[in-house]
C-alpha cells in the first residue's frame, strides 16, 4: 500500500512584504477531515492555492504521497480536487450536467459518474434542480452544486475552500455527512471554514491559522484540553457601557462588539451567576447565559486577544 | 439518503502523453462549447452580420468599384472579420471570466493547460468561421469576384486563427485588470482598420508604417490568405509564411507560457 499522506512542510508564502503564509507545517492522512480555521486574511485560501498549483510557495514543500506538487502541478491538479472560495463557472450548465462533465474531465467513466452524481444529488436534497441551469440556481445551491462537481470523482486529497458558505442549516447537514464519507472512503480532506460548532462535530483534527502562522493544531478534544472543567459565561452589555473589572474567578475574557466572553472554572459557577446578575443589577448587562466551553472559545481566545489591548482586531476577527 | 460503501476511485498515477492530452482536449472543448452554448448562436449570427455587412459596405465607397479593388477590398474584409474575434472578442470574454472569478477552478483540472488553449482555438475558430464565409459569399455576389480558391487557403486561415487567438488569450491572462485589456482590444481593432495593410494597400502607408507593419503579423495575414483566394494579386506568399509561421509559433510558446505561470 502506498502511503498518501499530504505534507505541508515549513510552507512560506510572501506577497511583497507580507507574508501570508509563515512557515506552515501540517500532515492529512487518507481518512482524515482536516478542519483550517482561521479570521479573515489568515492565509488559508493562500495555503490552498499553493497546494493546487494556483500559486507557488516563496519556499517550504508540499507533497502528497511520493509526489512533489510544487515541482509537479500537473501531478497536483490530477490527484487532488478542489472546490475553490471563488465561483464555480457553471452557468450554461443543467446542475447534473455539469457533475458529470467535470467528472469525465477528472477521469470518470460515463456509468460511475452517473451512478455517483445521482447518489450526491439525493445525498444533498437537490433533487429538484438536477436540470437548472447554473445561472438559474441559488447562492445556497450553487455551492452545493460546485461539491458534487468535485467529489463526483474525487482526487486522493480533496480541498474545500468554504464548502459550506450559504448553504441552509439542513443540507449544511448533509454537506458535513458527505464529507465525512469522503474521509471514510480513504481520501484526505483538507477543509476550510469559518463555522467553528460545525467542524468541532465534524472533523478530525484541525489547525487553527492566524497572521499566515499556525498557532494551534489536534483534535477538536486535545484543543479543548485546556478548557476542561471550565465554562464559559457570556454577557451581553448594555451599548455603551465599558467592560467591567473581572473578578479574580475568570480566567480570561474577550469581548466582541457588546458581548464579553469570560471562561470561569466549573466551581465558580455560582459565583459566576452572582456576578452576573449583580451587573444587570447595575444596568451594565442586559443579559447573561452561561454554557459549556466549545471550541469557539478556544478559538477566539487563540485569534483574538486575550486583553482588551487592541479590541479593534478582535472585532475584525470575527 | 444513501449508505453503503461509497465508490472512491483515487487516481494513483498521474497521466501524461498524447493521449491523455488528446482526451483532454476533446473534453475542453466540450466544456468551452457547453459554456458558451447559450451566447454562440448569438455571437455566429453577429459575425455572419458583421462580415456581410462588410462586405456591402465596402462597395458604398466607389460609384463603381474596379474589379481589382473589390476582390482586394472583399478579401482584406475576409481577414478582418477572421482575426478580430482573436484579438478582440476572444480577450473581452477571458475578461468576463476573470471578472466572474471562474478561473481558480477551471485552473485546477486536471488536464494539461494546453489543452485549454487549445480548445479556445477551436471555439474561436467555431465562432469566426461563419463570418469569414459570408463575407466571402455576399461579396463574390455583389461584386462578382474572380476568386480562386486553391488548397493553401487552409494552412493560411489556420495559421492566421491560431495567431490572432493565442496573441489574444496570452494578453488577456497576462493582464491582470479586464479594464486594460478591453482598451487593447479597441486600440487593437482601431489598428486593424485604420492603419495596417490590410484593407489599405501597403504602398499607400506612410513608409515608416508600411514597415513597422513589415515586422507584424497582420500584412502577413493578409498576403497569405489572398494568396489562398485569388489569383495573381499577390505574388510573394513564401516570406509572409516565413512570417507568419514564426508569429503562430512565438504566440502559441507565449500563451503556453503565461498560462503555465505561477505567481
Ligand atoms: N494575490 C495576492 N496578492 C497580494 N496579497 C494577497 C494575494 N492573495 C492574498 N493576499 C493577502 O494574503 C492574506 C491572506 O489571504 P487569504 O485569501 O489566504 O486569506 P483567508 O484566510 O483565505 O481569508 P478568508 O477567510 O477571508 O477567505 C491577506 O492579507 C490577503 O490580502
Ligand atoms: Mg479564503
Known sequence: ?318 | MTGGPMAIHAPSSVRTGWAHWLESYVMMTRWELGSLRLLLPLIVALQVIIGGGFALGIGLLFEDMPARNALYLSTGVTVVTLITVGLVLGPQLVGNRKIAGTYDFMWSLPVPRTTQAAAWTTVNSVIALPGMVAALLIADWRYDLPLHISLSIVPAVLLTIVTATMVGYAFAHAIPRPMITQLITQLLIFFILGFAPINIPPENLPAWLASLNDWLPFYHMAVVIRGGLTDGLITDVGSSYLVLTLYTAASVAVAAWVIGRRD
Not at chain 1, 117 to 133: K, P
Open chain 1, 1 to 318: 500500500m502506498d502511503d498518501w499522506t499530504f505534507r505541508a512542510d515549513r510552507v512560506t508564502k510572501s506577497f511583497g512584504e507580507l507574508r501570508a503564509n509563515d512557515e506552515i507545517t501540517l500532515q492529512v492522512r487518507p481518512g482524515e477531515v482536516y478542519g483550517l480555521l482561521g479570521p479573515n486574511g489568515a492565509g488559508k485560501t493562500t495555503l490552498v492555492k499553493q497546494i493546487i498549483g494556483l500559486l507557488k510557495p516563496t519556499s517550504g514543500a508540499l507533497t502528497l504521497g511520493p509526489h512533489d506538487l510544487v515541482e509537479d502541478p500537473d501531478a497536483a491538479r490530477q490527484l487532488c480536487s478542489y472546490l475553490p472560495q471563488a465561483q464555480m463557472p457553471i452557468d450554461s450548465f443543467g446542475a447534473q450536467q455539469v457533475m458529470k462533465l467535470t467528472g469525465m474531465i477528472r477521469g470518470g467513466d460515463t456509468i460511475t459518474v452517473q451512478r455517483r452524481s445521482d447518489e450526491l444529488i439525493d445525498a444533498l436534497d437537490i433533487g429538484e434542480w438536477r436540470n437548472t441551469l447554473g445561472m438559474k440556481l441559488s447562492g445556497g445551491v450553487k455551492r452545493l452544486v460546485g461539491f458534487a462537481m468535485v467529489t463526483v470523482w474525487p482526487g486522493r486529497l480533496v480541498i474545500l475552500d468554504e464548502p459550506t458558505n450559504d448553504v441552509d442549516p439542513r443540507r449544511r447537514r448533509l454537506l458535513w455527512e458527505q464529507i465525512r464519507r469522503l474521509g471514510d472512503a480513504g481520501a484526505s480532506v483538507l477543509l476550510v471554514t469559518h463555522n467553528v460548532l460545525e467542524a468541532e462535530k465534524s472533523v478530525d483534527r484541525l489547525a487553527i491559522i492566524n497572521d499566515g502562522r499556525l498557532i494551534a493544531e489536534g483534535t477538536p478534544s486535545s484543543l479543548k484540553a485546556q478548557d476542561r472543567g471550565r465554562m464559559r459565561l457570556q454577557l451581553m452589555m448594555t451599548p455603551g457601557h465599558d467592560t467591567p473589572e473581572m473578578p479574580p474567578f475568570v480566567h480570561h475574557h474577550t469581548r466582541v462588539g457588546n458581548n464579553v466572553m469570560a471562561t470561569v472554572g466549573e466551581s465558580d459557577s455560582a459565583q459566576a451567576i452572582g456576578w452576573a446578575q449583580e451587573m444587570m443589577g447595575l444596568g451594565e448587562a442586559e443579559e447573561y447565559a452561561l454554557a459549556a466551553t466549545t471550541l469557539e472559545d478556544v478559538y477566539i481566545r487563540l485569534t483574538g486577544h486575550r486583553s482588551e489591548e487592541e479590541p479593534a482586531n478582535i472585532e475584525a476577527a470575527m
